[in-house]
């Protein structure tokens, strides 16, 4: 990702950081809406959950232009995941559902350019974390790190 890249999606997040947690809640509504057996997947989407995703995700926004020294937390997440029953094809419509609910959140503020670079953030992210989902040995480095905290 180039410098104005990274600031695009920060400068986003910046608007949508606030309301992070209601930005994750409704990450899901849109996540189920595609997919609704995604839904059997998550024992719980308390608040607590929410919190969690929506503490990693601003660590992880804010932090794009040093996502190569996060990169054993974001693998370690990915792995940790397996658990769950998720699937590399799980991450387009998690994608898709984040990218849905930025728009709309945004508006007129999610420019082409900022759909542009929020894609190369994202597609970025989840291949590391896929690359931790399908790793045949675990990654022990930082394993005990949690990145939401």
């Known amino acids: 990702m180039t410098f104005d890249e990274i600031d695009l999606v920060q400068r986003a997040w910046s608007r949508i950081s606030l309301f992070s947690n209601a930005f994750v809640r409704e990450i899901y509504q849109e996540l189920f809406r595609l997919d609704e057996r995604l839904e059997t997947m ?60 930025m728009a709309c959140r945004l508006g007129e503020y999610f420019t082409p350019a900022l759909a542009l670079a929020w894609s190369g953030a994202y597609d970025e992210i989840a291949a590391i974390m896929i690359e931790g989902l399908q790793a045949e040995e675990p990654c022990t480095e930082g394993a005990d790190m949690d990145i939401s905290q």
């Not at 693998?75 to 029953?85: K, M, P, V």
């Open 42 to 101: 998550f024992s719980l989407t308390d608040d607590r959950l929410i919190d969690k995703v929506a503490q990693t995700l601003n660590t992880v926004l804010t932090s794009l232009e040093q996502l190569d020294s996060l990169r054993f937390i974001i693998r370690h997440l990915g792995e940790r995941h397996r658990q769950y029953g998720v699937l590399p094809a799980h991450f387009d419509l998690v994608k898709e559902a984040m990218t849905r609910v």
